[in-house]
Nanobody, 123 residues
Framework: QLQLVESGGGLAQPGGSLRLSCAAS????????IGWFRQAPGKERESILC???????NYSGSVKGRFTISRDNAKNTLGLQMSSLKPEDTAVYYC?????????????????WGQGTQVTVSS
């Protein structure tokens, strides 16, 4: 059984920080490109960041300098450190993985998905 499970979502104040985690089971993230997506209410799911074996790729200009993606191959997990949070960051956040190395900025390019975790930024 292949699974990705997100955790760490919740309520944060504007300007605050939050760290999300994604745990993989049934397969290894070592040989996969992994990434984070988000979907705000009433909007399409969008790519934020992905990380290859050696590089991170930013697909969202709005998070540049505020969000950092990381991977821990030993623990088979993916992380997203979010800082300087804004109300516009409110969304369900998803982790995803692919072994194909296709369209990494596209939802269709990923094989495995988590169920998402809610992040709400509000004062």
């Amino acid at each position: 059984q292949l699974q990705l499970v997100e955790s760490g979502g919740g309520l944060a104040q504007p300007g605050g920080s939050l760290r999300l985690s994604c745990a993989a089971s049934g397969f290894s993230l070592d040989n996969h490109i992994i990434g984070w997506f988000r979907q705000a209410p009433g909007k399409e799911r969008e790519s934020i960041l992905c990380i290859t074996s050696g590089d991170s790729i930013n697909y969202s200009g709005s998070v540049k300098g505020r969000f950092t993606i990381s991977r821990d191959n030993a623990k088979n997990t993916l992380g997203l450190q979010m800082s300087s949070l804004k109300p516009e960051d409110t969304a369900v956040y998803y982790c995803a993985a692919t072994s194909s190395g296709g369209l990494l900025g596209s939802r269709a390019g990923y094989e495995f998905w988590g169920q998402g975790t809610q992040v709400t930024v509000s004062s």
